[in-house]
Nanobody, 126 residues
Framework: QVQLVESGGGSVQAGGSLRLSCSASASMIGSYSMGWFRQAPGKERVGVAGIDSLSMTSYADSVKGRFTISRDSAKNTLYLQMNSLKPEDTAMYYC????????????????????WGQGTQVTVSS
């Protein structure tokens, strides 16, 4: 069982930045496929960014050029750097992981992931 714990959420004004972190209990997360998802109030959870076990990345169109997913395998930590934040980025952000490869075209598909964190709230004000 892999435990995932997100942190780094908070409140920020539009145009600002935040960096989310996801600490994993498993070692060798470099061999995992991992992703960030978000769920706004009253809406379904959607994929934001993903990174496969070969370090290929995928982003939702709505965040391309603004968000960057990365990981530090030595620290067993996944990151999401969020720049130029917009009010529509307001949501609960979740980290997800699978101990294996997910093809890049499916990295934003939540059904591909086995492990989930509890989420961290991001609020962007205008």
């Amino acid at each position: 069982q892999v435990q995932l714990v997100e942190s780094g959420g908070g409140s920020v004004q539009a145009g600002g930045s935040l960096r989310l972190s996801c600490s994993a209990s498993a070692s060798m997360i470099g061999s995992y496929s991992m992703g960030w998802f978000r769920q706004a109030p009253g809406k379904e959870r959607v994929g934001v960014a993903g990174i496969d076990s070969l370090s290929m990345t995928s982003y939702a169109d709505s965040v391309k050029g603004r968000f960057t997913i990365s990981r530090d395998s030595a620290k067993n930590t996944l990151y999401l750097q969020m720049n130029s934040l917009k009010p529509e980025d307001t949501a609960m952000y979740y980290c997800a992981a699978l101990g294996g490869w997910i093809m890049p075209g499916h990295l934003l598909n939540e059904s591909k992931y086995k492990y989930w964190g509890q989420g961290t709230q991001v609020t962007v004000s205008s």
